[in-house]
């Protein structure tokens, strides 16, 4: 561009920036403005044309952001699955379509002594079928833009806000399924709460119980004052081949608290997890003792091998949004389904299922 051309626009940008400088001082007024306003004016004049919005508000593209959140929100959703920590016995089944049967093979009847006759009445293989089926969850909310338009729709450099949504309530879904679900869930396919979305371990536990199929260990109340004890108590009364195979002690923090009190009283020192972060009992094979969040209350379980099984379906966690005026309505889903795999791989305390 000419110096003559430059020098003509600025004249012609500081003329229409007076002009306007007085007019709305004058409307205010106080011609002191009329400086302070031409200046802006002026300086506007040469931002360049995509940044002009920069001054002002901008205002959110719903469509993209419903779409954001449909694309963006099953794989957040998916990634929390993947972080959830049931600990040790426990298998993730994460592709769970329709309802699986669990299958056990074992042997019926038993050897004998050699003779001439066959013997085979009663003998043979025998599968015992466990189903786990996943039920479907929700979780309904709206998103208002308009409460984000100062904070994440403006942080241009940081994550897009659906993500700060969706993560955040992601977060707490996980912890909903791990407080209220794992262990005392209920199912219910008309409830309105967490706790009816499947069948927690410790129903599974109840009905067998009911059934006689399990039978409780007797161990009574846990305490600090006691909680070694009873804990040695229950591993103790487990069958030989656990005690030979090694197994985990799961419990609750308040149980774990109660042991530790115990065995600094018994022992002068404190219960100290070994090289791997581990906490084993002392005097057994590998037997651990292992707090879980998910179990709220007093009581012991044991599990060898993957005995209990935690089920969903990646395909069929997703997020459904649409846009209501200029609210987002999302719908957040993902299948649950909790099942003992094999009932002889498992233990409980009478406490537990009381």
């Given at each position: ?28 007024g ?10 802006v ?20 593209d ?11 929100g ?42 001439e ?19 479907q ?16 729709l ?18 707490e ?14 199912y ?5 709460t ?5 069948n ?30 009873k ?30 009190t ?58 459904a ?29 009478d406490?537990?299922?009381?």
């Open positions: 561009m000419k110096t003559s051309k430059i020098l003509l626009l600025l004249a012609a940008a500081a003329f229409v920036s007076l002009f306007l400088g007085q007019t709305f001082a004058s409307f205010f106080n011609t002191a403005y009329a400086l302070p306003i031409a200046g004016v002026f300086v506007t004049c040469f931002i360049p044309k995509t940044n002009h919005l920069a001054l002002f508000e901008v205002t959110p719903l469509s993209a952001l419903t779409t954001a959140f449909v694309k963006f099953g794989k957040i959703l998916r990634k929390h699955v993947n972080e959830l920590e049931l600990g040790d016995g426990v298998t993730i089944y994460r592709g769970v379509k329709v309802p699986v049967a669990m299958t056990k093979l074992s042997a019926k009847g038993n050897p004998r002594p050699y003779r006759n066959d013997d085979t009445t009663g003998n043979g293989a025998k599968f015992t079928d466990r189903t786990l089926t996943v039920y969850s929700k979780w309904d909310f709206d998103v208002d833009p308009e409460q984000f338009r100062n904070k994440y403006n942080d241009v450099t940081g994550a897009p806000f659906y993500q700060y949504i969706l993560d955040q309530v992601g977060t879904y996980m912890a909903a399924i791990n407080d209220s679900v794992l262990f005392n869930g209920v219910n396919a008309t409830g309105t967490a706790a009816a979305i499947a927690g371990w410790n129903t599974l536990f109840k009905a067998l119980v009911t059934a006689t199929t399990l039978v409780p260990k007797v161990v009574g109340a846990i305490t600090g004052a006691n909680a070694v004890t804990v040695e108590t229950f591993a103790s009364a487990q069958p030989a081949w656990w005690r030979k195979k090694g197994f985990v002690i799961k419990c609750s923090y308040a149980t774990f608290d109660a042991y530790k115990h065995y600094r009283t018994l022992n002068g020192f404190g219960f100290q997890p070994r090289a791997n972060g581990e906490y084993y009992l002392d005097g057994f094979k590998d037997v651990r003792l292992q707090p879980v969040s998910w179990i709220p209350n007093d009581g012991l379980l044991g599990v060898v091998y993957d005995a209990l099984a935690f089920g969903t379906d990646g395909d069929r966690i997703q997020v949004a649409s846009t209501r005026r200029n609210i987002i309505e999302v719908r957040l889903m993902m299948p649950v389904g909790l099942e003992i795999e094999d009932i002889d791989c498992i233990s409980v305390s406490n537990l299922v009381a």
